[in-house]
């Protein structure tokens, strides 16, 4: 994922996009340690979010982390 605006609220989608994708791909601490750097950063970007579409977005980010650790959760 590239974003071409480098507001802080895309650079904060960018960095918990590519955090929970990482998240996905790893496995016990390695995988709480990504979830935890996605929910700093989508944070980040509520926090940033400018109009209702950018914040509908960083919170669609948030329910998607949550989905990950509870998987993650039920997985182990």
């Known amino acids: 994922m590239t974003v071409k605006n480098f507001t802080s609220f895309a650079s904060a989608c960018q960095e918990a996009m590519v955090a929970v994708l990482d998240a ?9 340690v990504h979830l935890k750097d996605a929910k ?5 970007a509520l926090h940033d979010a400018h109009s209702s579409e950018e914040w ?18 039920e997985a182990a």
């Open 24 to 32: 996905i791909s790893t496995v016990g601490d390695e995988r709480r």
């Open 40 to 44: 700093l950063a989508v944070g980040k």
């Open 56 to 73: 509908y977005l960083a919170d669609q980010l948030r329910r998607g982390i949550n989905e990950v650790e509870v998987r993650s959760r």
